[in-house]
């Protein structure tokens, strides 16, 4: 059986909380944070990540996650199961590649701005493969908070 494996970013930024919790739930906000790592793919309707009581726990869609937005390496059964508008989602959703996939966002206020945290557990199909995905997950997730850095400011 493959191992779990955990990664955690998280970034004080010079930004309101709200401000940033509204670019966090946007796949366009994804997508600004991935690029030119990957993109992700999303239909039109789902463009933003607010969710009706009934679609908690439901797969709203299948994402492609391309590689440098063109070759296409993964994908991603978006799934929203726990949802604190404005504050966290939990998204556990499977992908070809892992058989367990978590991320788990939160925006929480501070002095100045918001503290924002990414917390992803995952468990790859394939046991052998896991002491691989560290390092390409561990950076696309340093490259995210880089970004909102960039995109937000930071707090001393």
């Known amino acids: 059986m493959a191992r779990t494996y955990t990664i955690v970013r998280s970034s004080r930024l010079a930004a309101p909380a709200e401000r940033v919790w509204t670019h966090a739930i946007t796949m366009s906000g994804v ?13 039109p309707e789902v463009a933003t990540l607010s969710l009706a009581a009934d679609q908690i726990g439901r797969p709203l869609f299948r994402s492609w996650i391309y590689f440098a937005g063109l070759l296409p390496i993964d994908y991603d059964e978006i799934t929203i199961v726990e949802f604190e508008p404005g504050r966290r989602f939990l998204e556990r ?13 939160t925006v929480e206020p501070c002095a100045g701005g918001c503290t924002i945290t990414d917390r992803v557990d995952y468990r790859p199909r394939v046991a052998w493969l896991g002491p691989l995905y560290p390092l390409p997950f561990g950076l696309a997730f340093t490259w995210r908070h880089r970004r909102l850095r960039q995109m937000f400011g930071t707090l001393e």
Do not use: D, G, K
């Open 93 to 105: 959703s499977p992908m070809l590649t892992q058989a367990i996939w978590q991320h788990e966002r």
């Open 31 to 43: 997508n600004r944070e991935l690029w030119p790592l990957v993109r992700m793919s999303y239909p």
